[in-house]
């Protein structure tokens, strides 16, 4: 044994007697800790990096020429009164960008869309012509002064009459197709048919039903609403060749991979890097104009080129979400038990199919619509049309259409019980999915992996007082006053995903994350993914302090380099914890397996003589005799027995075996004014299980944004056009971001049932509150109204919608 | 939403604002605390030539009595009246509209001449202005004339003051005894504009109304003073039927746009309502409930 051994050994023992486990374990900050954000420090005083931070030499400024028309054929382009605008540089039309076959770029969904239109414009505000100049002033005096002749085609915004066989004719890119990426179509205007289950044996359950009910339901077009909108800065060095893309990325590595196969650069001549982004909520997945105009630009120019989104560019052209039509039934028997489920959904997927999903699923997760219920059989098709609008079908704050499926089984839910006279809480409990049946297979092929409906739903009945409730419900109701509760018992499906089902342009949706412990006892993880705002520098250093016990203080969280860090899928679908801490876990337990070997060979014991305590291994029986991480990590540059390599650095990558499926059970009650239709939410129950919970305080941080974003969708969020195309509303003046005032007050709560199959239970939480908040407010406006013989009520619930429903029934007076 | 070339000036007095003015003509703007004329510029849909700042202007910042009268310069913040006890005591009605107008961060920018010169009819204080028969001062070269609010307003941004003139003051009568203040205001959040709203100003004197003025706020091209229902109230106890004939005769006066806040019908169902909850509002205040 050599003297510093002897040193080290005896310090770790001193160290020892003064620490409990406990101390020690409350040292570390691991997993369950309520640590403040490690973030914040520098968010909360301003000190981020956001894109539009980014300045460097010689930068110049890109913006769009938007077409004014949502159909027309573009007849001429003239560029000479920009170009003689002082400060002006260039100005790129798809003309300029054929050549180099760039005018237009594949879509993550087997689509292409126009880069710069092409010929023709397809919806309003698209992208016409990119005017580069010195600075913003000059770049938006230029676009002013680009001359765009159009030729106005007919517009086609209802898509019920896309199919139509007179409609409109809006791709001629592609009419010949018979298909567009995602399986066969049958008209122009169709995109794909996807269709889930068994349609014989529900068409049976249907036959046989004691009771059916159905309802039309259209979750209407709204947009996430990030407070930073999307930009980039393009910089081409001419002479290494190499291109250095900063963007407003949720997916970094997809983007240089992206960037590669469109414009034919190496791959290892390409640096993506995603600084400090101000929120996603899917807006940031998919690949815009923006971005190869800027990088068009840069590789002329051999300049940097920036180029920022304002607030009406963002909500008018970058990618919506929802906007389903969908139809439901349920078959019942007379108690309320659901016998089948019926679906059926037109998808207005705007004028290019850029949806960001799985590839190979074109609506999404759609098919987890059976939710927590127990349901026979089911039947679900999926329609996706064309229409002269903004691309896209994003997840706004949801795993892939998950928010529409609870959406719709949430309200049957209801309507189902409304029609048998069933209480709501009542009908869930018949219907649920028993604790005991888990693992699930549902019918429409989930297997859910853990859950415990019923004591959920229990737990929030007694914390809200259900039953005083229902009875205060009455007395109202006899007064003639308008009082609401609404219950969803929802169920998420997350963590995109097991590579036999979830892959991105062929590359499977694993994660991955690298750990380097540094000599003197401190560590750097890099994670494929990509925080927007989840807190996942604080919240990865937690799982991996637990694992390898080092203080989650001293470790470092990096993501968004692709230069640095492995390659990763990126964040979206509440991801980042089933898939990427997973990855984080399994590195550090790979950390772990090598310093056995090197604490071993210093305290002179057999590997299988010692155990894992906290922050060190313990000589088994010998608990003195212990070699602390801290002095591990020296020993792996200093001290290793034969045959080990030097240094203490591993990757992970980590293939899910199956997605995680939080769920929650929560209660709003809501009193609305029937003279002006003013909904005001008196009260909002979160109970929320996401299985192990990492850090309660940031959990909750997730639950209150995602309710409020729930909130701003139930109530007033909604991108509408009118019959020309002409997008109204695309400004925050009118789109509905609820301030601190118009908040609801939340209270949360959750039960615990671990993830079987992750590696330390986890489940994902950042989405679950939009997926069963909307269905929750939702639920409860139109049980206002429940006595009234009203089933279903349009979102979003303004006062004006509210109203009406108040003034067709008698009651505004 | 990058403005479009501008010059910039910034007068130390009236005098010489009023004299950039003239000379610039139509191309001049003066910019108050630019919440409502900035953003018009960010979308191009203004574009001054010059700007004329006031904020240097000496003298435009005050709140004063006169002869019980109210006087308040135009450069005076909606913050600066929010803050004051004193206008709240003697004019309750500016705070109440005060702090329903925008947001903090725009009331400690936006001016009271700027709220009522703008011509916005979704601006909060031309219709509180016209309840409380307030008149504008205005001083151009040629001199300071002083104007009814209820004559200034002519179309949407367009009002009576001349493109050389500057509104230098507010001057708000003195309230006399049993005199009750209301507005009421319906928008979906903090930062909208009415999706309908009304003044009331009304007086009662032993159970009887001697004078009402209702006036509503974003219900047609400009704000509307509500003659009718203003007379549908004096004389009366400002009892159920003259509250309801009241609220017919302000309704017949509105004539919304539809927007996404809804359809005309539902505008002007709103307009009731509104006028309904004021008019109760100030009786009750009027008479110490
Ligand atoms: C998010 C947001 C929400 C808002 N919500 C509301 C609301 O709910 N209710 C409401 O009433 N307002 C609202 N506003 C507008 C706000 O109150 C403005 O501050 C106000 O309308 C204009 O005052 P200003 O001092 O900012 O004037 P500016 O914007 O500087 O000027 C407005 C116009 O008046 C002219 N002008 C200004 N002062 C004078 C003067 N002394 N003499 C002659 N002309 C003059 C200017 O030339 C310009 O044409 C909102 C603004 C924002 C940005």
Redesign the pocket.
């Known amino acids: 044994m050599s003297e510093t051994q002897t040193e080290t050994q005896a310090e770790t023992q001193t160290e020892t007697q003064t620490a409990t486990t406990a101390e020690r374990e409350a040292a570390l900050g691991g997993i369950g800790c309520d640590k403040r954000r490690k973030e914040d420090a520098r968010f909360i005083r301003g000190q981020g990096n956001f894109v539009d931070d980014i300045k460097m030499p010689k930068m110049v400024f890109g913006d769009f020429v938007r077409s004014p028309h949502a159909h027309a054929r573009i007849k001429s382009i003239d560029k000479e009164k920009a170009l003689a605008v002082p400060g002006v540089i260039a100005v790129l039309t798809a003309d300029d960008l054929r050549p180099l076959n760039l005018h237009w770029m594949p879509t993550l969904a087997g689509d292409r869309q126009a880069v710069l239109a092409d010929e023709k414009v397809h919806f309003q505000n698209q992208e016409v012509a990119f005017v580069i100049a010195e600075d913003r002033y000059a770049a938006s005096d230029g676009i002013q002064l680009v001359e765009v002749d159009y030729e106005e085609l007919p517009v086609l915004i209802d898509p019920k009459k896309a199919l139509d066989d007179d409609a409109p004719i809006l791709r001629e890119d592609v009419k010949d197709k018979d298909e567009v990426g995602q399986g066969p179509r049958r008209h122009p205007n169709h995109i794909f048919n996807w269709q889930s289950g068994d349609k014989d044996a529900t068409d049976k359950a249907f036959d046989g039903a004691a009771v059916t009910v159905k309802e039309e339901m259209f979750y209407q077009r709204v947009h996430p609403s990030p407070l930073e909108t999307c930009g980039c800065v393009a910089s081409m060095d001419a002479v290494s060749g190499r291109l250095t893309l900063y963007g407003t990325f949720q997916a970094p590595h997809v983007v240089r991979t992206v960037v590669s196969l469109i414009s034919g650069l190496a791959e290892s001549n390409i640096r993506v890097v995603s600084p400090d982004v101000g929120g996603g909520f899917g807006n940031k997945v998919g690949p815009y104009p923006g971005y190869v105009c800027s990088v068009v630009g840069s590789i002329v120019l051999g300049r940097p080129v920036k180029w920022i989104e304002s607030r009406i560019d963002n909500i008018s052209t970058t990618a919506f979400a929802r906007d389903y039509h969908m139809s439901c039934e349920l078959a019942a028997d007379k108690d309320g038990r659901i016998t089948g489920l019926r679906a059926n959904v037109l998808a207005d997927h705007g004028a290019f199919n850029s949806h960001a999903q799985p590839m190979k699923w074109p609506a999404g997760f759609f098919n987890i619509v059976t939710g927590s219920y127990d349901i026979p059989t089911a039947h679900v098709t999926v329609d996706g049309v064309y229409t002269n609008k903004a691309p896209g079908g994003v997840a706004y704050r949801c795993s892939f259409r998950v928010t529409e499926a609870a959406y719709l089984i949430e309200r049957m839910l209801d309507v189902l019980a409304q029609k048998l006279g069933i209480d709501k809480a009542e009908i869930r409990l018949r219907n649920f999915i028993k604790a005991e049946q888990f693992p699930y297979q549902s019918c429409l092929g989930w297997e859910y992996d853990s859950g415990d409906y019923t004591t959920a739903l229990k737990q929030a009945m007694k914390a809200v007082g259900y039953e005083e409730l229902r009875k205060e419900q009455a007395e109202k109701r006899a007064r003639g006053e308008l009082m609401g509760i609404g219950i969803a018992t929802f169920t998420e499906i997350v963590g995109a995903g097991p590579s036999r089902n979830c892959d991105i342009l062929g590359i499977k949706m694993f994660e991955s994350c690298e750990i380097r412990v540094h000599p003197t006892g401190s560590a750097i993880a890099r994670i494929g993914t990509k925080s927007t705002g989840q807190g996942h520098e604080t919240t990865y250093a937690q799982i991996i302090a637990s694992e390898i016990g080092i203080p989650s203080d001293l470790i470092t969280v990096e993501e968004g380099d692709t230069d640095v860090g492995p390659y990763g899928l990126g964040t979206y679908g509440s991801r980042s914890t089933p898939v990427g801490a997973a990855a984080a876990a399994r590195a550090g337990r790979k950390i772990r397996d090598k310093a056995r070997k090197i604490a071993a060979h210093m305290l002179e014991v057999s590997e299988s003589d010692l155990e894992w305590d906290v922050d060190r291994f313990t000589v088994k029986g010998v608990p003195d005799l212990s070699a602390a991480m801290k002095d591990i990590a020296m020993a792996a540059y200093s001290n290793l027995p034969e045959g080990l390599e030097h240094g203490l650095e591993v990757v992970d990558y980590y293939d899910p075996p199956n997605m995680t499926y939080p769920f929650g059970a929560y209660i709003c009650v809501v009193d609305i004014d029937r003279h002006t239709g003013e909904i005001s939410v008196r009260k909002f129950y979160a109970l929320d299980d996401c299985g192990t919970r990492i850090n309660p305080m940031i959990i909750e941080g997730q639950v209150h944004g995602g309710l409020t974003e729930a909130f701003a969708i139930a109530m007033g969020q909604e991108i509408v056009f009118d019959e020309i195309g002409n997008v109204l509303g695309a400004s925050l ?1 009118d789109y509905f971001l609820p301030t601190a005032v118009e908040t609801p007050h939340w209270e949360t709560d959750h039960t615990v049932t671990p993830s079987p199959h992750h590696p330390i239970g986890a489940k994902g939480v950042g989405e679950s509150p939009n997926v069963g908040g909307v269905p929750a407010f939702s639920n409860a406006v139109v049980d206002a109204f429940a006595h009234l013989d009203v089933t279903h009520m349009p979102m979003p619930h303004t006062a004006w919608r509210v109203w009406q429903t108040c003034h067709d029934l008698g009651i505004d007076k | 939403m990058i403005p479009a070339n501008f010059e910039y000036h910034r007068p130390g007095s009236v005098d010489e604002a009023v004299s950039l003015l003239t000379e610039h003509g139509e191309d001049g ?11 018009m510029m960010k979308l191009r849909l203004a574009e001054p030539a010059h700007l004329i700042d ?1 904020n240097g202007v000496e003298g ?1 910042r005050s709140i004063a009595e006169v002869e019980g009268a109210i006087h308040i310069g ?2 005076t913040t ?1 913050a600066e009246i929010i803050a004051s006890d004193d206008l709240a005591a003697r004019c309750p009605i500016l705070r109440e509209a005060a702090e ?4 903090p961060q ?2 400690a ?3 009271i ?3 009522v ?2 011509g ?1 009819p ?4 031309p219709a509180v202005m016209m309840a409380l028969d307030a008149s504008f001062v205005l001083r151009g070269p040629g001199g300071e004339r002083s104007l009814a609010a209820r004559e200034f307003y002519e179309g949407p941004f367009e009002t009576a ?1 001349d493109d050389d ?4 003051a507010l001057r708000i009568p003195a309230r006399g005894a049993g005199q009750g203040q209301a507005y009421c205001k319906l ?1 979906r959040k903090v ?4 999706i309908a709203a009304a003044a009331v100003v009304l007086t009662m004197d032993g159970g009887t109304c001697s004078q009402a003025a209702v006036a509503l706020t974003n219900l047609g091209i400009t704000p509307l003073y509500a003659e009718a229902a203003s007379a549908a109230l004096t004389g009366t106890a400002v009892d159920a039927a003259a509250i309801e004939a009241a609220v017919e005769a302000a309704v017949a006066i509105t004539d919304p746009a539809a927007d996404l806040h809804g359809p005309v019908v539902y505008r002007r169902r709103m307009a009731g309502v509104m006028t309904r909850r004021a008019i109760e509002t100030a009786r009750a205040r009027a008479t110490g409930g």
């Open positions: 003046l | 703007r003066v910019l108050a605390g630019g919440h409502s004329l900035i953003p006031l435009l135009a450069m909606q329903l107008i925008a947001d725009v009331r920018c936006g001016t001449g700027g709220n010169a703008n916005d979704g601006n909060d204080m003051r003139e500057i509104l230098t928008k930062g909208d504009y009415a």
